[in-house]
């Protein structure tokens, strides 16, 4: 596209929280935002997808109004502030959603346009190949077999390409990456890591499937220089002190043995994403509490209004209606609010509430400490396992040089 050239139309994706709504509410939440936003002065075509964990409506909207000839961008981008059409979006947008009771996005100015499923990801600090690798990671916690991972990517939102008989037989992608670039090229899995290459995650498979015991995750140091293990002094022994340097360092670290290195660390890479899955939950929970949290603190507040009107009748009822209409209106929306997240009419304490968020966040940052201990060990003994077979390949393909050159003298 040419920098003056412009568009015929416009595209919104309008995206909503996993199973937090139905396809026919959101599409009804997508018509009503056409409606506030463009006025009945733009032709639009509504769509909504539900083949994803979230549910999103795709909004494509003529870019002339037809009623004033001018663009979209010339009606609603005025004064100095750029983009003030998206801006008004996201507000109309959030507006809509919070009247629903759906969730939103609570710093919009950190975002453009992203869907809550890149949003939450964006807010752990994962990039488009950390979002691809979450989503492959709740496929494997969910497949009972390799076939069966295969098959149920598509749940998940990924696209999977198996090719056994070709040198890269696995590559990736998201489905969203493939609905916002047509053109984008799927990823090799052993781009993505060793974690992700087809026996690892055959091995991570077996591991959830419960075929593989879990190593516990204490640190042993043991003195290896009174007794060399095995695969060191071979190491030592054919000159490779590099694969025999790093086999030291493994041991005298974790206490894991060269040939328990596999093992171990596709173990330990499974624990960690468990635990990757049990923080989003945790952070999901919290999040949801904090919405209710602000609504209650705000019935309490005025509950005061509808206790004392119960106690009036007649002339000083209708005069304290007169006089406190407006909180006795709020209160009316706000209590319809509190009955709707709770319409069984157990409402909990404030108190009880912020105890509750207390509780998950602390449990939260101890999770994060236990995550980011098993991810550096599951990566480290990764490296070190790739790096020794690396070695080992490198003196084969010496080795057959080697005695090559020897048949030919």
């Known amino acids: 596209m040419e920098a003056d050239e412009v568009p015929q139309a416009q595209h919104i994706i309008l995206s909503f929280a996993p199973n937090e709504i139905l396809p026919e509410r959101a599409m009804e939440i997508a018509d009503e935002l056409c409606h506030r936003l463009l006025k009945e002065q733009y032709q639009c075509v509504l769509a909504v997808h539900e083949d994803h964990q979230h549910i999103h409506a795709h909004i494509v909207f003529n ?19 750029s983009e003030r059409a998206w801006a ?13 009771h759906l969730s939103v996005i609570q710093h919009p100015e950190h975002t453009k346009g992203k869907s809550h499923f890149e949003w939450d990801m964006n807010r752990q600090g994962l990039s488009w190949k950390a979002r691809l690798k979450y989503a492959i990671d709740q496929v494997i916690m969910e497949s009972e077999n390799f076939e069966d991972f295969l098959r149920k990517c598509a749940d998940f939102g990924v ?8 040198k890269i037989d696995l590559k990736f992608m998201l489905v969203e990456q493939k609905e916002n670039n ?20 055959k091995n991570r498979i077996f591991q959830y499937q419960g075929v593989m015991t879990y190593v516990p995750r204490t640190k042993i140091h043991q003195n290896v220089q009174q007794s060399e293990n095995k695969f060191i002094q071979d190491a030592i022994d054919r000159g490779n002190m590099k694969a025999a340097s790093i086999a030291k360092n493994i041991i005298a670290e974790y206490g894991v043995e060269p040939e328990q290195i596999r093992q171990i660390a596709v173990s330990e890479y499974a624990h960690s994403r468990h635990l990757l899955s049990e923080l989003n939950s945790i952070n999901t929970e919290i ?5 209710k949290l602000k609504v209650l603190k705000k019935y309490r507040k005025l509950k005061v209004y509808g206790e004392e009107l119960k106690t009036l009748d007649g002339r000083q009822a209708k005069k304290y209606r007169k006089e406190h209409s407006a909180e006795l209106n709020e209160y009316g929306e706000i209590r ?21 968020i207390s509780n998950l966040e602390n449990d939260l940052s101890a999770k994060n400490v236990e995550f980011r201990q098993a991810d550096k060990k599951a990566r480290e003994l990764a490296n070190a396992q790739q790096t020794i077979e690396e070695y080992i390949r490198q003196e084969q393909i010496q080795d057959h040089q080697k005695k090559k050159r020897n048949d030919l003298e």
Not at 88 to 100: G, V
Not at 159 to 166: A, I, Q, R
Request: hydrophobic letters at 25%; aromatic letters at 10%; a positive charge.
């Open 336 to 356: 319809k609010q509190v009955l709707e997240f709770y319409p069984s009419g157990h409402i909990p304490k404030v108190e009880n509430l912020e105890k509750r």
């Open 159 to 166: 696209l999977v390409n198996y090719n056994p008989d070709h």
């Open 88 to 100: 008004e979006l996201r507000t109309t947008s959030d507006k809509i959603c919070k009247e629903h």
């Open 287 to 291: 999040e949801d509490l904090k919405i």
């Open 63 to 81: 870019n002339t109004n037809f009623v004033t000839g001018k663009t979209f961008e010339t009606e609603h981008n005025q004064g100095k502030k």
């Open 182 to 201: 047509p053109r984008a090229k799927m990823t090799r899995a052993k781009t993505l890591g060793w974690f992700y290459e087809t026996e690892q995650i």
